[in-house]
């Protein structure tokens, strides 16, 4: 009844009594004719068996896909390919988890800045059409439009605004310089409430004095356009100050001494204030009428008083002191020594100027004459004029241009050294 299975393979019968097939069977084959494929064998329970197993490879893969699957869901930040176990890109730097965070993070604020245009609000982002400034011009106070027009000030906006303003920057002292001139000028402000509003704000007495000075500068030049009228300009300044009862020391000298002021007053061009033009123009007409040195030096003690500074104008006296004694008598600098001393008082270095005058006259006059040179100089050390200190300015001083300061120097040398090291020894 029964038919026989193939040979060779493990029997197969379709018969109820050659036994069934049994899918579990490691005899089962596809193959009725022998030849079968072996399979696996299943051990889990029957009901089991429908569900395909998984086999080491398919278990990776859907563990792999499994692991994509949940960083899928995650930021996209924290997907770092150093998590994943994988070697980074050849040539790239190493970074950490964070460092990378961190860069893409950045790249993306930075690409939706980009796309958005004015959405962003980082530094840098320009406002879009129709947004407006971010910050308003501010508008200008009274007082600066003021300084800026160059118009007059009053004393109220003087007060408040001078303290918004900085002394010190020289665009500033020129604007401000310019409209105290005019609201003197105009009478809005007198010359004390100017002089107790800068004393009050500025930094240093000196800042108060120097913006004080140069708008006095102004106000002279306001009135004085031109040369013409230089002296109307001076006129108005001096009558400002008479007017007031200011004297110029009060007002502008400070601190600085006698031959300081003066200086300073030459430099703000209102020299004519007080030891400037004024006892200047004296001195030249006495010395041109050829005055006596005694009558000479009365006149500049009547001007300008007994101790004031009038170094300015040692120079212009040593040149015609010179000029008498290289033409005449080295003896004659005894009689003007009374003179030159008035000239170089309060300002010991201006004897410094009658070395050169009488380096000038020699060399021009009598450059041959060595010994002439020689004995000038020894009689205003004798004179108690000039010391190793003056001398030693004359000698290293290179600004002065007057003619024969090599030729000098060689014939006195000498001389010079020994007063150094007189000098030295006490």
């Known amino acids: 009844f029964g038919r026989g299975g193939g040979g060779g393979g493990g029997g197969y019968s379709s018969s109820r009594f050659g036994g069934d097939r049994d899918r579990g069977d ?8 022998g030849g079968g494929r072996s399979s696996y064998r ?3 329970p029957a009901h089991l068996r429908r569900f395909r197993k998984q086999t080491d490879e398919q278990s990776d893969s859907l563990q792999n896909r499994n692991t994509f699957g949940a960083l899928g869901s995650q930021d996209v930040r924290t997907n770092d390919i150093n998590s994943l176990g994988r070697a980074p890109v050849r040539g ?5 988890s964070s460092e990378q965070v961190k860069g893409k993070e950045g790249q993306s604020e930075d690409g939706s800045r980009r796309q958005g245009g004015s959405a ?10 129709g947004q407006g400034p971010q910050v308003a011009n501010k508008k200008k106070t009274a007082f600066e439009q003021a300084l800026e027009d160059g118009e007059t000030l009053s004393n109220k906006q003087l007060k408040n605004g001078l303290k918004k303003l900085d002394l010190n920057d020289a ?10 001139a005019k609201s003197l000028k105009e009478k809005k402000l007198s010359l004390s409430q100017v002089q107790e509003n800068l004393l009050k704000v500025a930094d240093s007495e000196g800042i108060a004095i120097r913006v004080l000075a140069n708008t006095l500068s102004k106000l002279k030049g306001i009135e004085g356009n031109d040369d013409d009228d230089e002296q109307k300009g001076e006129e108005v300044v001096s009558g400002l100050l008479e007017e007031e009862k200011f004297t110029v020391e009060q007002l502008l000298k400070g601190k600085k001494t006698g031959a300081e002021f003066n200086e300073f007053l030459k430099k703000v061009g209102l020299e004519f204030l007080k030891g ?11 010395l041109e009428e050829d005055q006596k040195p005694e009558e000479i030096l009365d006149a500049i003690n009547s001007v300008v008083g007994e101790d004031e500074d009038v170094s300015a104008h040692t120079r212009i006296v040593a040149n ?6 290289i033409s005449s008598n080295v003896k004659l600098l005894d009689q003007y020594h009374p003179l030159l001393a008035r000239c170089i008082k309060g300002n010991p270095m201006a004897a410094v100027q009658i070395c050169f005058a009488l380096q000038g006259e020699w060399f021009a006059q009598k450059p041959k004459e060595k010994q002439l040179i020689i004995t000038a100089f020894k009689k205003i050390h004798e004179l108690k004029l000039c010391d190793h200190e003056e001398f030693y300015a004359w000698q290293t001083d290179r600004k002065e241009k007057t003619k024969g300061k090599q030729k000098a120097l060689l014939a006195v040398f000498k001389f010079l050294s020994e007063v150094k090291a007189k000098k030295q020894a006490n």
């Open 171 to 180: 665009d500033t002292e020129a604007k401000l310089s310019i409209s105290l």
């Open 276 to 286: 400037g033009a004024d006892s200047g123009s004296l001195i030249e007409a006495a």
């Open 320 to 325: 015609y002191v010179a000029k008498k004694v």
């Open 92 to 96: 790239a730097p190493i970074s950490s």
């Open 42 to 44: 299943d051990e889990r």
């Open 26 to 33: 490691s005899s089962y084959s596809s193959s009725r004719w």
């Open 120 to 129: 962003g609000k980082g530094a840098g982002s320009t406002p879009s059409k």
